[in-house]
């Protein structure tokens, strides 16, 4: 069974850098699968972040691109997420995900991690 | 890429079935075969309910299914359960630069 858990920091100043670590167990990365990032500020929905590739291929969403960098990490079998310059607006629940489809990232997340809360606050 | 269109609440009585849309447009909802439904309970992480528009992941209940007609996907649940009160997310890939967009989610309460 996938299991993906995510760690990091509960509480980030603002203009400083958000990182985050997801976990994964149950599966290989090196074997393949896109591994995503997606958040979901209080009582808001759902918004994709970017997604990696075993490979280190990378895909972000134009409205983060500018402040993400994820990278992964197969010796640990672990990917990361950075967020750059955050403000309170960056306030979220982020979930790390496993992509559907091993070649592939457009069908949707088929194993979640439960997610953590980040609150962006001096 | 603004999020794709769910009405804020449906409701219905214990056996009922009820739907929920997802609106896009041609560049995502309409365009592709790559829409996925999302249940979420509160404080809880989102679960694959639907994938590729009508698929349901193993362990899924066959009460709950998916469709689409042009630039409009929809989740039906039928035989509604006290169980199935939880926010609902639609998800669909998009030819857009966003590359995946959610829905804006609808709450489902059973009365």
């Known amino acids: 069974q996938v299991q993906l858990q995510e760690s990091g920091p509960g509480l980030v100043k603002p203009s400083e850098t958000l990182s985050l670590t997801c976990a994964v167990s149950?599966?290989?990365?090196?074997?393949?699968?896109?591994w995503g990032w997606i958040r979901q500020p209080p009582g808001k929905g759902l918004e994709w972040i970017g997604s990696?590739?075993?490979?280190?291929?990378?895909y972000y969403n134009p409205s983060l691109k500018s402040r993400v960098t994820i990278s992964v990490d197969t010796s640990k079998n672990q990917f990361s997420l950075k967020l750059s310059s955050v403000t309170a607006a960056d306030t979220a629940v982020y979930y790390c995900?496993?992509?559907?489809?091993?070649?592939?990232?457009?069908?949707?997340?088929?194993?979640w991690g439960q997610g953590t809360l980040v609150t962006v606050s001096s | 890429q603004s999020a794709l269109t769910q009405p804020a609440s449906v409701s219905g009585s214990p056996g009922q079935s009820i739907t929920i849309s997802c609106t896009g447009t041609?560049?995502?909802?309409?365009?592709?075969?790559?829409v996925s439904w999302y249940q979420q309970h509160p404080g809880k992480a989102p679960k694959l309910m639907i994938y590729?528009?009508?698929n349901r992941p193993s362990g899924v209940s066959n009460r709950f299914s998916g469709s689409k007609s042009g630039n409009t996907a929809s989740l039906t649940i039928s035989g509604l359960q006290a169980e199935d009160e939880a926010d609902y997310y639609c998800?669909?890939?998009?030819?857009?630069?966003?590359?995946?967009?959610f829905g804006t989610g609808t709450k489902v309460t059973v009365l």
């Open positions: 590729d528009v009508s």
């Open positions: 149950g599966y290989s990365i090196s074997s393949g699968y896109y």
């Open positions: 041609s560049s995502d909802v309409g365009g592709y075969n790559y």
């Open positions: 998800s669909s890939y998009t030819s857009s630069s966003t590359l995946r967009v």
């Open positions: 990696i590739y075993h490979s280190g291929s990378t």
């Open positions: 995900a496993r992509a559907l489809g091993r070649f592939t990232m457009v069908r949707g997340f088929d194993y």
